[in-house]
Nanobody
Framework: QVQLVESGGGLVQAGGSLRLSCATS????????MGWFRQAPGKERVFVAGISWSGDSTRYADSVKGRFTISRDNAKNTVYLQMNSLKPEDTAHYYC????????????????WGQGTQVTVSS
């Protein structure tokens, strides 16, 4: 089992920045790829960014390219999502997830999920 705990969400004005963190515990010796997803009220959970175990490969949704950066520190068992130039449409509940093999864009391919952290961007 792997436990994931997100933090760093909050209320920010448009144009501002936030950094989300996802602390992992449990079977952290296993090599998990990680992803960030978000879900707005009444909408499905969608892929935001993903990163390989080594951190040398990343992928982003088109809507966040150039504004968000995913990274990880395996020594600290933590994955980050740096969010810059935030827009009101970025408002959502953000989740991190772990996958045994690859940072899929489909939520159904992930094995473990955190409870999420709320990000609200005011205009």
């Amino acid at each position: 089992q792997v436990q994931l705990v997100e933090s760093g969400g909050g209320l920010v004005q448009a144009g501002g920045s936030l950094r989300l963190s996802c602390a992992t515990s449990g079977r952290t010796g296993s090599r998990y790829a990680m992803g960030w997803f978000r879900q707005a009220p009444g909408k499905e959970r969608v892929f935001v960014a993903g990163i390989s175990w080594s951190g040398d490969s990343t992928r982003y949704a088109d809507s966040v390219k150039g504004r968000f950066t995913i990274s990880r520190d395996n020594a600290k068992n933590t994955v980050y999502l740096q969010m810059n130039s935030l827009k009101p449409e970025d408002t959502a509940h953000y989740y991190c997830a772990a996958a045994r093999t690859y940072y899929y864009t489909s939520a159904g391919q992930y094995d473990y999920w955190g409870q999420g952290t709320q990000v609200t961007v005011s205009s």
